[in-house]
């Protein structure tokens, strides 16, 4: 079976340098606003990270709340790209480029669980939620835009 899931876009009206500087920086150790900041912008994820510590890195770590893993995070600071895939089913990917009026951010959120498991209910109603998961966006889209003092807006 393909893989599920969704994409959306939004624009940052501030440089891609600085977007990534504030966004892409990741390593070990507890996840706040200095740390990781993108996954507390991640629709749904933000309220869950109270607890939680990356290990590894420079590029792949693996987070953990408490004493159980949670997933995984990889970023790739050069490449703009910021990937979480929490448990077996959900991951979600940040892809920042240039663009006329700042950075392009393309969101896409992907059902990865393993075939035999992509059609469950669980997982197809997870991704039935596209839309609630794109109110998420433009509300990561906000808190970006807080953060770095700019104006951002939703794309397609």
């Not at 893989?3 to 920086?25: H, S």
């Not at 393309?106 to 990865?112: D, G, S």
């Not at 839309?131 to 889209?141: N, P």
Request: aromatic share 10%; net charge positive.
């Amino acid at each position: 079976m393909s893989q599920q899931g969704w994409t959306a876009t939004g624009v940052i009206e501030a440089p891609l340098d600085e977007v990534t500087a504030v966004f892409l920086k990741v390593t070990e150790g507890p996840v706040n606003k200095d740390n990781a900041p993108l996954l507390n912008v991640v629709p749904g994820a933000g309220r869950l990270l109270g607890s939680a510590v990356l290990r590894g890195g420079p590029t792949e770590f693996t987070i953990r709340y408490g004493p159980r893993p949670g997933g995984t995070v990889e970023v790739e600071v050069e490449r703009g790209y910021f990937a979480f895939q929490g448990g077996y089913k959900f991951r979600a990917e940040y892809r920042f480029t240039a663009h006329p009026k700042g950075t392009l951010l393309i969101y896409r959120a992907i059902n990865v669980a393993l075939g035999n498991h992509q059609d469950r209910a669980a997982v197809r109603f997870q991704f039935w939620l596209g839309g609630a998961l794109k109110v998420g966006l433009r509300g990561s889209l906000r808190r970006i835009g807080k953060a770095l003092g700019c104006r951002t807006y939703a794309g397609s």
